[in-house]
């Protein structure tokens, strides 16, 4: 079980924070069904690391995005944030919208992450195999879109008091689409890849091969930008790998991130 | 009560499978079902048809805007508006609309606008449609996140270059000009009559009502189904304390007259069944994406949609009997279409009544004949409607001597 607080910074906004482990700290950027009490993805980290895992602005509250325009609103907005936290240099790792986030945070900030995990990334655009138009499915099929290893999910909204109804798990999916159209519509790269060569830290890029919302292909197209960057495409995994895969996905992160 | 003609201007040759084969008859609709030369005789007719409104006796016309969309041939209605005003000299020209926040800067719909005001010589009734998501978000990749706020400070704006005499720097959050000074000015003034059609969104009724402009609620589905949504309306104008005047409000309805019910089947049920069965068509991925509505409508709409794990009762499978039991069109001898509406004018309190005498590939002949028929025997039944009512939603500054087309030197 994850703990959350709920804290207000000195420039007035208010954040949601999750936190679970105990060790070297470390920031999770969710993706699109947010931070959940139980999330598979972040324990599996916590083995490690204290993961600090900030809510997403418009998750819980469209108001907040009021004064967010852009994605450089955004990151300055988290730069805001790890500031107040004092969360100087440390791990960034991603997934979905939220390793679009933490590639933009590392190609604005280079200095800011130790080291970048961008699992299952939006913010590029390749016309050779096109990010698919999530916003284009219905509502009934968005999960069977997202998962492939349905009964990961099965198993995964057993465990969840709050995943049980699936009509609740499709709302928690549109809220966070809702919250993050500014940053990805209608095509999700809004300049990262010219900002790619920025990022400094090591990184790694982590993607599911049966992925059809972002093709495992882009691995291609973050390491044409970003130097040295370490590949894993995960068999027998959608969109949602960290959850279908988390131990098998956290694991080799965890290897990435502990190497000299 | 007043009575506009409405043309949705269809692509009238899809095919006969088009529902089962085609994924949408909106935004991904392929390119090829369009004919090019066929497109060329639609407009014309489709031409002829709004002319001849004005000599049935109606009120206004009214055009709209759609995007890649086979049963809406009007990406742009302003120059469906500007051809109508040379053949034109008393209908009122209504706008229904420009969809403001796809226009950047947004003064461009001001300056068009301003010069149909000019060139039909006052007639014109401006339109804001927000827009669908189909229109909007997914053809012109507008963020549904911002849309309807992008929306509203240019409709802002445009209302305040028509009426400000004085040149304004505006600074706004998605437009910023330092010289907004537009001409031709129109000559409503301080402008022209502002309608917004709407589908039901609380947000829409609220500015609205602050902004004392028309609700017109445009409906594919009939009087009974809209009582929800025209309840809705007169609930917030009651709630700001404004007067419930029905000429604050329109709606659109399809209608059909005849002899008898049987003569109006034999007329009419292609058409309908066209329209109902091909033209709305719409995949439901491109209806209701994340962000177009408040949190609290997406939560409604997915648990409906949950519960009954399928959207609505398919389209495909209506009848021209169903169409007529629930409303969707008004239908039959000239009696009983003025029955309905008078039921409907009850219900809705509608002081603007748009129709649809025309849909789906109905032929030019029958839609002279169903408009010929609803203004000759179903309007003057209807006109005394809310006659204790003052309409303000309408022009009042059309000139007296409109400038006619004059006949050109055969040989100069």
């Known amino acids: 079980m994850l703990s959350s607080e709920k804290i207000k910074l000195k420039n007035g906004r208010s954040w949601q924070i999750y936190s679970a482990g105990k060790g070297a700290e470390l920031v999770w950027l969710h993706g699109l069904s947010g931070v959940h009490a139980v999330d598979p993805a972040i324990e599996a980290l916590a083995q490690n690391y204290r993961v600090v895992a900030p809510l997403a602005p418009g998750f819980n509250d469209r108001a907040e995005l009021d004064q967010i325009v852009d994605i450089h609103d955004l990151v300055l907005d988290y730069d805001d944030l790890l500031e107040e936290l004092q969360l100087d240099r440390l791990p960034l790792v991603g997934h979905s919208f939220g390793a679009m986030l933490a590639a933009e945070l590392a190609a604005h900030y280079p200095r800011r992450p130790s080291k970048l995990v961008l699992i299952s990334p939006l913010g590029l655009w390749n016309d050779a195999y096109p990010v698919a138009d999530i916003f284009a499915q219905p509502y009934l099929q968005v999960e069977n879109f997202l998962w492939h290893d349905t009964s990961a999910r099965d198993r995964l909204a057993a465990q969840q008091s709050e995943g049980q109804n699936q009509a609740e798990r499709i709302i928690a999916i549109a809220q966070g689409l809702t919250a993050v159209t500014k940053f990805i519509w209608p095509i999700p790269d809004k300049g990262l890849r010219r900002r790619l060569p920025r990022i400094k830290a090591p990184t790694m890029i982590v993607l599911g091969a049966e992925d059809q919302f972002v093709p495992p292909a882009y691995a291609h197209d973050f390491a044409a930008g970003i130097a040295g960057i370490q590949s894993l495409v995960v068999p027998g995994a959608g969109h949602m790998l960290p959850y279908e895969k988390p131990e098998e996905v956290m694991s080799a992160v965890r290897r990435f991130l502990s190497a000299k | ?412």
Not at chain 2, 13 to 26: A, E, G, M, T
Not at chain 2, 41 to 52: F, I, M, P
Not at chain 2, 169 to 192: D, H, M, S
Request: proline share 8%.
């Open chain 2, 1 to 412: 009560m007043k009575f506009h003609w409405f043309h949705l201007m269809p692509y009238p040759h899809l095919p006969n499978d088009f529902r089962q084969k085609y994924h949408s008859v909106w935004v991904d609709v392929p390119s090829r079902l369009f004919d090019p030369a066929k497109g060329h005789v639609a407009y014309n007719d489709y031409l002829d048809e709004l002319e001849y409104a004005e000599t049935a006796g109606f009120d206004g016309v009214c055009v709209n805007e759609h995007h890649q969309n086979a049963y809406g041939l009007m990406p742009s209605p302003n120059l469906m508006a500007a051809a109508l005003t040379r053949r034109t000299s008393r209908v009122k020209l209504v706008l229904m609309g420009n969809s403001v926040a796809l226009y950047d800067p947004p003064t461009r719909v001001a300056e068009e606008m301003a010069m149909l005001d000019v060139m039909s010589g006052g007639r014109l009734v401006a339109g804001f449609p927000v827009g669908t998501p189909m229109d909007t978000v997914f053809t012109y990749g507008r963020s549904p996140a911002t849309l309807r706020e992008k929306y509203w400070e240019g409709v802002d704006l445009i209302t305040r270059a028509w009426s400000d005499p004085e040149v304004f720097a505006f600074n706004g959050k998605y437009t910023q000009l330092r010289y907004v000074n537009i001409w031709p000015r129109p000559i409503q003034k301080p402008r022209p009559p502002v309608w917004i059609p709407g589908g039901g969104t609380v947000e829409t009724w609220e500015g609205c009502v602050k902004r004392n402009f028309l609700y017109a609620h445009l409906s594919y589905f009939g009087y009974v189904a809209a009582q929800k949504v025209m309840d809705g309306w007169w609930e917030t104008v009651a709630r700001h304390g404004v007067e419930p005047n029905p000429y604050q409000a329109g709606f659109l309805q399809f209608v059909a007259v005849a002899d008898n019910e049987a003569e109006a089947e034999r007329l009419y049920a292609e058409p309908a069944l066209y329209f109902y069965q091909r033209c709305l068509n719409v995949f439901p991925g491109f209806s209701d994406p994340p962000g177009y509505g408040t949190i609290a409508t997406l939560r409604a709409g997915i648990e409906s949609q949950v519960a009954r794990a399928a959207r609505q009762q398919s389209l495909g499978e209506l009848t021209w009997g169903e169409l007529l039991k629930r409303r969707y069109i008004v239908a039959g001898s000239p009696q009983s279409v003025v029955q309905q509406l008078n039921e409907m004018a009850d219900k809705l309190r509608v002081g603007h009544l748009m129709v649809l005498c025309h849909y789906g590939n109905m032929s030019k002949e029958t839609t002279f004949y169903n408009t010929s028929r609803f203004a000759n025997e179903v309007i003057p039944h209807l006109r005394s409607r809310f006659s204790e009512w003052e309409d303000k939603w309408w022009p009042t500054d059309t000139l007296e001597h409109i400038a006619k087309p004059a006949p050109l030197p055969a040989n100069v």
